[in-house]
């Protein structure tokens, strides 16, 4: 059984930052391409970033140069780097996974879920 369990969120001023944490448990985890989205309120889910099995990556424009988008395969943990935050990124942030070899932003390819973490950014 698939176990991801995000951490790291919080609330920060504009221009500040936030590393965001994913444990993940019950399988092969270096096996699995990883991916972080997000959704804010009133809005649909989104692709933020994600790290295919041999570490390449890929991000969504509105976040290349200010997030990075890593993974420790010995500790079984996903990161995401958040600097230069903006009002904007405030969202649920959730890290998801899947056995398939993509690197895909689209929500509808992971069908292996956290329950989020928030992230407010005030201007």
């Known amino acids: 059984q698939v176990q991801l369990v995000e951490s790291g969120g919080g609330s920060v001023q504009a221009g500040g930052s936030l590393r965001l944490s994913c444990a993940a448990s019950?399988?092969?985890?270096?096996?699995?391409?990883m991916g972080w989205f997000r959704q804010a309120p009133g809005k649909e889910r989104e692709g933020v970033a994600v790290?295919?099995?041999?570490?390449?990556?890929a991000y969504a424009d509105s976040v290349k140069g200010r997030f990075t988008i890593s993974r420790d395969n010995a500790k079984n943990t996903m990161y995401l780097q958040m600097s230069n935050l903006e009002p904007e990124d405030t969202a649920l942030y959730y890290c998801?996974?899947?056995?398939?070899?993509?690197?895909?932003?689209?929500?509808?390819?992971?069908?292996?879920w956290g329950q989020g973490t928030q992230v407010t950014v005030s201007s």
């Open positions: 790290i295919e099995r041999n570490g390449s990556t």
């Open positions: 998801a996974a899947t056995s398939r070899a993509w690197l895909s932003l689209r929500p509808a390819a992971y069908p292996y």
């Open positions: 019950g399988y092969t985890y270096r096996r699995y391409c």
